[in-house]
């Protein structure tokens, strides 16, 4: 089972900064199958990232998903105020995968 | 428009037995892989359970495996999990899920939730 270990656990940043988030897979993630997820408090998880680059439907060009192998980041550019929430990354593919434990993006 | 609409959770007490629904519209549920997925209060996202097409084959996470079951009714688009014997750290919003078409574990459509709380 891969490990996804994501850093850091709380990030604060302005409005108009730009976020960098982390997620480490404890092997090397095949077909770079590596997923972002937003979570907005108090609603379900959006599926933001696939294919560790691919932005899915709705969500602006601010945010770009980059990585290979085992190194995988998740940049949003100049965080709106809607951008404020949780992150997790995901393993996806032939077999069950496994969800990071998640990037707080907070309000400094 | 996909659509997810989770019923069913409330308050039960430790060993006893509820029945998640969840409703699903605007895409052909037949074609997909269906998923639980649940979060406790502040954690993180983790896999329950999940069902082919066709409704053979299922998963589920060890901790669920036993006491939970999972079901499709293709033709009321209706997915369904039954916990029984249940236990306080099964407190935890439970989502409904689809997977996307083309990536085996791609969770592509999350409905809102519905929140089990298991406690005396």
């Known amino acids: 089972e891969i490990v996804l270990t994501q850093s850091p656990a709380t990030l604060s940043l302005s409005p108009g900064e730009r976020a960098t988030l982390s997620c480490r897979a404890s092997?090397?993630?095949?077909?770079?199958?590596l997923a972002w997820y937003q979570q907005k408090p108090g609603q379900a998880p959006r599926l933001l990232i696939y294919?560790?680059?691919t932005r899915a439907t709705g969500f602006p060009d601010r945010f770009s998903g980059s990585g290979s192998g085992k190194d995988f980041t998740l940049t949003i550019s100049r965080l709106e105020p809607e951008d404020f929430a949780v992150y997790y990354c995901?393993?996806?593919?032939?077999?069950?995968?496994?969800f990071g434990q998640g990037t707080k993006v907070e309000i400094k | 428009e996909v659509q997810l609409v989770e019923s069913g959770g409330g308050l039960v007490q430790p060993g006893g037995s509820l029945r998640l629904s969840c409703s699903a519209s605007?895409?052909?549920?037949?074609?997909?892989?269906m998923h639980w997925v649940r979060q406790a209060p502040g954690k993180g996202l983790e896999y329950v359970s999940s069902?082919?097409?066709?409704?053979?084959?299922?998963y589920y996470v060890d901790s669920v495996k036993g006491r939970f079951s999972i079901s499709r009714d293709n033709f009321k688009n209706t997915l369904s999990l039954q916990m029984s014997s249940l236990r306080p750290d099964d407190t935890a919003i439970y989502y409904c899920?689809?997977?996307?078409?083309?990536?085996?574990?791609?969770?592509?459509?999350w409905g809102q939730g519905t929140l089990v709380t298991v406690s005396s």
């Open positions: 899920v689809k997977e996307d078409r083309d990536f085996d574990w791609l969770l592509d459509s």
């Open positions: 605007g895409f052909i549920f037949s074609s997909c892989v």
């Open positions: 069902i082919s097409r066709n409704g053979v084959s299922t």
């Open positions: 092997q090397s993630v095949s077909n770079n199958y």
């Open positions: 294919g560790a680059s």
């Open positions: 995901q393993h996806y593919g032939p077999s069950p995968g496994t």
